[in-house]
């Protein structure tokens, strides 16, 4: 084994330790999350880290077999994380405020 192989092996080991490092902190923010979209974000996160770890392995082995499955969580994890701020963002929309006056508090509509 050349130096070259030896020194992508290792820099190869030093990402996975890194992925599993925040793996293991997103872990910690999914558990404590203060809100609902902290633990959105974080569960992207992971997604993202699952990708990344298919590419380390993908790297290390040096095999094309998980680019399709890269693929897929990448659209897989675009796709939950639209669905997941779409409804925050219908969930915290504001409500109008009622109308002095008005009993219901909606608007009125013409004649």
């Known amino acids: 084994m ?3 192989e030896n020194v992508d092996r290792w820099l190869l080991y030093v990402a996975v ?4 490092v925040a793996g293991l902190l997103l872990l910690a923010r999914i558990w404590r999350g203060p809100s609902m979209l902290d633990r959105a974000l974080s569960l992207d996160v992971c997604a993202a880290l699952i990708i ?8 290390l082995v040096r095999d094309t077999f998980y680019f399709p499955i890269m693929l897929v969580l990448a659209f897989l994890g675009f796709t939950g994380s ?7 963002a219908v969930r915290d929309r504001p409500r109008p405020h009622p ?4 009993p219901t508090g909606t608007k009125e509509t013409g004649p």
């Open 2 to 4: 050349s130096t070259t």
């Open 17 to 20: 330790a890194t992925i599993v």
């Open 52 to 59: 990344a770890g298919l590419g380390a392995r993908a790297a």
């Open 82 to 88: 639209v669905g997941i701020a779409r409804f925050i």
């Open 99 to 102: 109308r002095p006056g008005h």
